[in-house]
Structures are given as C-alpha cells and as structure tokens.
C-alpha cells in the first residue's frame, strides 16, 4: 500500500485533532467502589473531579464477567467466546489472542500512535501472546492476576509457579514476593507518568492501556495509602488507583496534552464477593463477579475528552466494552484489518446525540466453558436469565482477612425475565407478564447459539474462531 494510500486511510476530518487515548482498567473494582458511582467511605477525589469534567456512563458492560475473557472483548471488539477465550487463563495456558486478531492497540499503531501496555495481561503469557505481539511498543507488568502465585490461601503447594514481571517480552523479576506486590500500582503509576512524558514529546499521539493489577485480590496498598481509608484495606488499595488517576491526568496536565486526550476510565468485571471485607460493592445490583447477573458484568464508566463530551453529566445508554473498538476507529478515521468483529460504533450514543439508536440487535452474556448464560435488549432495559447453574452467598457475608467464603451453588430451571429499569436488582420474574418480550429474547438467544455456539444447550457456533496455540515443543 502506498503512503498516499496510507495518508488518506488515516485522514481525519478538517480542523479535527487525533486524540491521544488514555484507557485505565482496574480488576474487579466494582460498581459502588468509586465516589462517582456511591462510595461513601472510599475517598476517590481525582475519579469525582475526572467525572465533573467528563460524562459517567451508568449502564456500561463487559462482554464477560471474568478477567481474560472480559480483556479479551475489551480490546479486540469481539466476543471472547468467538476468539476461544474463556475464564481466566492460568501459567500452564498454552494459548492467547490469535495472531489474526487486531486489537484497539494494534490499530492505533498502525496509525501512526505511539502504544504501551502497563500493568496486567493476562491474554497469554507465552511469547506469541504477549503485547509486544499485539499492536503494543511496550509492556510492563505482570502476566496474569496478582493472585496466581504461590501464596493463594486456597490453592495446595506447588499448584502455581512464582509470580513473574514482565518489561517487554522479557521477565525482570522472576519472583513477585508480597513485599513486592505493596509496590506495583506505584511502579505501574510511575511507568505511566514516564511513558506519558516521553511521548508527549514526540508529536505523535499516543494509546496508554493502564490495566491495574488491584483491588484484585490478593490487596497491598503503599506505604503512604496503607491504614488510610475508612474502608479498610480495600479502601486504601482504591484511593491509592484514585491518586494514580491524579498523577496521570497531572502529567497530561503539565504536558499540555489533557485538552487532547480521551479519557476512559473502568473495570474488567465486578466485584469478588467470596473475599467479603476484601470485595467492593455492586451498587444496587444482583451478585458479583463470576455471573451473569448486573452485579458481575455492570461496570463504572467514566470518560473524559474535552469538547467533545460535555462535562459533569451522567448517560444511562446501555453499551458494552466490544463497542469500544469500533467507536474509536470511527472516531479517528481508522480502517480496521482483521476478520468481522461484534462490537459496533456507538459514538451517537456516547454523546447523548438525540434520536440515536442503539445498532445492535442485543447483547449476548457468555461465562465458563461457552455458556450462554443471559440476553439482553439493546437498549439494556429486559434482560434473559437462560438456564444455569451460578454461585451466590446466598445473602450471607464473605470471609475476612483475604480468605474467602464458600459459595453455594444455585439453579435458574427456566428463564427468567427482568426489567432492568423496575427492577435493577433483578428480584422479580416478568416473563409471564411479558410473553412477547421474552420469546423476543428467546430468538435473539437461539440467534447467539447458532453464531457463537452454546455449550449448555450443544450448539457449536459457525461463527467461532480459534484462539492462538502454542506449537508443540515450545
């Protein structure tokens, strides 16, 4: 292609400035843990101050309420069922994103954007997995949760290796010990204010993927945020990424680059309730992380880009991380390489543009082994409890001092219809009273099933791709 070619792909409208874009994912804050969404004894100023410049965005999803799956749909636009990425993928993976699959990195770089990958993976630890692999210039951090270590309380001698950290495609610290671990969202934080600095400098814009290891458990606050919170350990863990937060826009801010930079902020999924006193909050919503429920896959959702998303509002559109991707693409003039994706441009949405409807026919909720698990309408108001199996305390409290509590397990027989508006908590059951809307949901579900497969039900999916595979021998 030539650079005639190439100029004109990445050509943006008259007087429009490229963004830089500026994306920070924490692991399993959920949706009442920040002052923006309802925390009371977490102090979040520099979250409440980005939300009064920005737009929050109440009725915000991911595509899977786990970590590798939920990154997966977060960065490549697709369901991650579609790309054979379930669950959280462990050290012993000998699999990750498809060399095929391009990703919000991938196609920044490709336009001409400087890109950095800061904090957790966990999209394939192996060579051709890694982030360098996948649109990224570099990479520090670790290569899945902060939990798959030695010292898990729950795991048995030997079943994880030492803990690893990562800066490119080479490991720099072979051994993450618990002392470390009080220091990652400060090193994170400090790897983030260099790259920042540094491309700033360049001309060029730049995509920054700050993917925070926390408040995943296990917990470790810094020195100077340890004892701090009224909330405990996972307060002070929370304000120590709220002051990340500061520290980023203040670097944006003496750069001169925050007037030019779109601003997300949000979580992988929700909050770990097992861990009781060391899991946050869902809000008003039902369960947590590891279901399909609002609890598990609602998520906070700010964003920030400065006259172009009015200040200090709120929008209660219903939109999911796959349509991230397309949004920005759209947005930047960018044309994406790469087989079709689920995601969709929802900028309209976004942006409060009246009349703006939602382009998807529904949204899809997909858990372990290829379950379909839920549907929704596109505009987030009915949701479709589908036939499962799925973990609850059953209304008692978790555990105490990072140890979990046992979930019971509990069994949806026939689907369950919701009214999400009504009925956030998803308490009570409309499907007789709704017979349309839920034979509506119905065939959208079977629609799913054919495309992407269902492993409740035996559907195999025509539309699935299969993940990247290590070779044998390697």
Known sequence: MTSLVLLALFALAPNQIRPNIVLI???????????????????????????????????????????????????????????????????KARHGIHADEETIAGLLQRGGYFTAAIGKWHLGHREPF???????????????????????????????????????????????????????????????????????????PFFLYLAHSMPHVPLFAGPQFAGKSKAGTLGDVIEEIDDSVGQVIATLQKSGTLETTWIIFTSDNGPWLSYGEHAGSSGPFREGKGTCFEGGVRVPCIMSWPGRLSPNTRVDTNFMTIDLLPTIAAQLNLVRNGPPIDGRDVWDFITSKPGAKNPHEGYAFYFENNQLQAVATNDGRYKLQL????????????????????????????????????????IRD???????????????????RTDMGDSLTKSVGMGIRPPGILPDGQ
């Open 130 to 204: 890694l982030p360098t692999r996948h649109g990224f210039d570099s990479y520090f951090g670790l290569p899945y949760s902060n939990d798959m270590w030695p010292h898990h309380p729950e795991s048995k001698k030997g079943t994880y290796p030492n803990l690893p950290l990562f800066r490119n495609e080479k490991i720099i610290d072979e051994d993450v010990t618990p002392a470390e671990q009080t220091t990652l969202t400060s090193r994170y934080t400090r790897e983030a204010v260099r790259f920042l600095e540094t491309s700033s400098k360049s001309g060029k």
């Open 387 to 426: 036939p499962h199996v799925y973990r609850t305390l059953s209304g008692r409290p978790g555990g105490k001092g990072g140890i979990p509590a046992r979930y019971d397990q509990k069994t949806i027989q026939i689907p369950e219809l919701y009214d999400l508006v009504a009925d956030p908590s998803e």
């Open 430 to 448: 409309i499907s007789a009273k709704e017979p349309e809307m839920l034979q509506k949901l119905l065939r959208f579900a079977q629609k799913c």
């Open 25 to 91: 994912n924490c692991d399993d804050l959920g949706y009442g843990d920040i002052g923006p969404f309802g925390a009371k004894t977490i102090r979040t100023p520099h979250l409440d101050k980005l939300a009064k410049k920005g737009r929050t965005f109440t009725n915000f999803h991911v595509a899977q309420p786990v970590c590798s799956a939920s990154r997966a749909g977060l960065l490549t636009g697709c369901y991650p069922n579609r790309l054979g990425i379930h669950g959280a993928l462990g050290p």
